[in-house]
């Protein structure tokens, strides 16, 4: 099993910064890919950003060029670095790993960006 802690949500006015943590409880590079989900109150949840275990990015588009999701030297954590922050990007954002054949999630941060 992988064990997801996320960290890092909070209140941000539009335009502002905030950083996502995402500590998991193995070794990132045994996953092939980890990411980033939100989900908007009345919405579906939707995929935000992925890295490889190579460190390939990849990334919806409506936050291409304001968000980027990195791994952290410890071997267990990926960030998501989100600037130029908007009232959409409001949500609770949820960390991700596939690993042998089942979804993990972690409990989720809220991120409240308001106008």
């Known amino acids: 099993q992988v064990e997801l802690v996320e960290s890092g949500g909070g209140l941000v006015q539009a335009g502002g910064s905030l950083r996502l943590s995402c500590a998991a409880s193995?070794?990132?590079?045994?996953?092939?890919?980890m990411g980033w989900y939100r989900q908007a109150p009345g919405k579906q949840r939707e995929l935000v950003a992925t890295i490889t275990s190579v460190g390939r990015p990849s990334y919806a588009d409506s936050v291409k060029g304001r968000f980027t999701i990195s791994r952290g030297n410890a071997k267990n954590t990926v960030y998501l670095q989100m600037n130029s922050l908007k009232p959409e990007d409001t949500a609770v954002y949820y960390c991700?790993?596939?690993?042998?054949?089942?979804?993990?999630w972690g409990q989720g941060t809220q991120v409240t960006v308001s106008s």
């Open positions: 991700y790993a596939p690993w042998g054949g089942s979804d993990y």
């Open positions: 193995i070794t990132i590079f045994r996953i092939n890919a």
